[in-house]
């Protein structure tokens, strides 16, 4: 079992940054890809960032690449996802995900374990 917190998420502008943690429980987060996804209001969620078990591997959706960056720490059961030049089009509910089976980063479904969110809200 793991359990996974995020944190960081809040109300900025257009332009602005923000930085979400995700710690994570238990002493094997290091098996874990790990993945941010977001979901707006009447949209489905959508995969956002991930990162593979060691960190030497990153995937991003199109539309965040060169504005967000997915880290993580081992060594403290965490995760980031460092968000920079936020659009208002970024307005969602930010989950993080952890993925045992590696089988496709991509997609919610290969996730096993959830956060329970946070908010981040951009506006114009």
């Known amino acids: 079992q793991v359990q996974l917190v995020e944190s960081g998420g809040g109300l900025v502008q257009a332009g602005g940054s923000l930085r979400l943690s995700c710690a994570a429980s238990g002493r094997t987060f290091s098996r874990y890809a790990m993945g941010w996804f977001r979901q707006a209001p009447g949209k489905e969620r959508e995969f956002v960032a991930a990162i593979s078990r060691s960190g030497d591997s990153t995937l991003y959706k199109d539309s965040v690449k060169g504005r967000f960056t997915i880290s993580r720490d081992n060594a403290k059961n965490t995760v980031y996802l460092q968000m920079n030049s936020l659009k208002p089009e970024d307005t969602a509910v930010y989950y993080c995900?952890?993925?045992?089976?590696?089988?496709?980063?991509?997609?919610?479904?290969?996730?096993?374990?959830w956060g329970q969110g946070t908010q981040v809200t951009v506006s114009s």
């Open positions: 995900a952890a993925d045992s089976r590696l089988q496709n980063a991509l997609s919610a479904s290969a996730y096993d374990y």
